[in-house]
């Protein structure tokens, strides 16, 4: 029942296609982009490979300059697994001026820093603490994501923290996962409490995790825990769930390019917004 050949089949249809009109009589008034914004279902849609939020005012970034312009001066922490390592790679590939700094370390868990001279900011990487499944690393190498936290001095309004936690833990109770998204929920509020001008975005689960050792519903009932343990607090909630799950393109916990940029423009819409 595992097999592709039984499983995430197209469900054939007569049915040629549909066209959609607005409606008469209404204009859509969205609120910027900011922290503490709820997501709707859904929470937005594509439109020729552009994601249309309907949570706030999302915007393009279309050019290099687009991103530096926003990123002038900002200092971006990035915590999490892989899917999250596809938004620092697709910036490091996209702007020219950002150059990696080679800190002799493996390139799976990390950290990888990138900076920016020209315009003034900094993007780092790095994996969380186990539970992992990766190539063989050093465990010295792997952090805390709630201990990197506490080590962040904060204190203006170019710090931005974004965190990713969940893919590896389907494999475990979900009271594993829940103990750890409350350990990191508290580093976030004291991290807000002395620096309350930072951003901290929360990047949900992807979906496309299909095999026999994972699942779209083991995901799901994470990805819900992780958006419970974080209400409440000023923080962004992205929901690349939604942004994975309705793409024409074939399911992918990786999901390509085109994707990960929709992903980036959000990020950077709430970075920047207006």
């Not at 001095?153 to 494999?171: E, K, Q």
């Not at 799901?220 to 992205?238: C, E, K, N, Y």
Request: glycine content about 6%; overall charge neutral.
């Amino acid at each position: 029942i595992f097999d592709s050949s039984v499983s995430n089949k197209v469900i054939s249809s007569t049915l040629l296609g549909l066209v959609v009109q607005p409606q008469e009589g209404t204009s859509e008034v969205k609120n910027i982009c900011k922290p503490g914004l709820s997501n709707p279902e859904p929470a937005g849609y594509y439109y020729q490979d552009k994601w249309n939020s309907l949570v706030c005012r999302n915007q393009n970034f279309p050019t290099p300059a687009n991103v530096t312009s926003c990123l002038k001066g900002k200092v971006v922490y990035m915590f999490g697994d892989s899917t999250l390592r596809q938004w620092w790679k697709y910036l490091v590939d996209f702007v020219p001026s950002l150059q990696t700094v080679d800190l002799h370390v493996s390139y799976d868990p990390g950290p990888l820093l990138a900076t920016d001279t020209e315009h003034g900011f900094l993007l780092q990487w790095r994996a969380h603490q186990r539970p992992l499944t990766m190539k063989r690393t050093r465990l010295q190498e792997l952090k805390y994501i709630a201990n990197e936290l506490d080590g962040i001095g904060g204190g203006d309004d170019g710090l931005v923290i974004v965190i990713n936690c969940l893919a590896h833990f389907i494999f475990f109770p979900v009271d594993v996962y829940l103990r750890r998204m409350i350990i990191i929920r508290d580093a976030v509020a004291r991290l807000l409490e002395r620096s309350p001008m930072t951003k901290v975005i929360i990047k949900s689960g992807n979906t496309g995790f299909l095999s026999i050792h994972g699942s779209d519903w083991l995901s799901l009932q994470l990805d819900t825990v992780m958006r419970a343990v974080f209400s409440g607090l000023p923080v962004t909630i992205l929901d690349a769930w939604q942004m994975t799950s309705c793409h024409y393109l074939p399911i992918d916990l990786h999901p390509k390019k085109i994707i990960i940029e929709n992903m980036v423009e959000l990020m950077l819409s709430f970075i920047c917004p207006k």
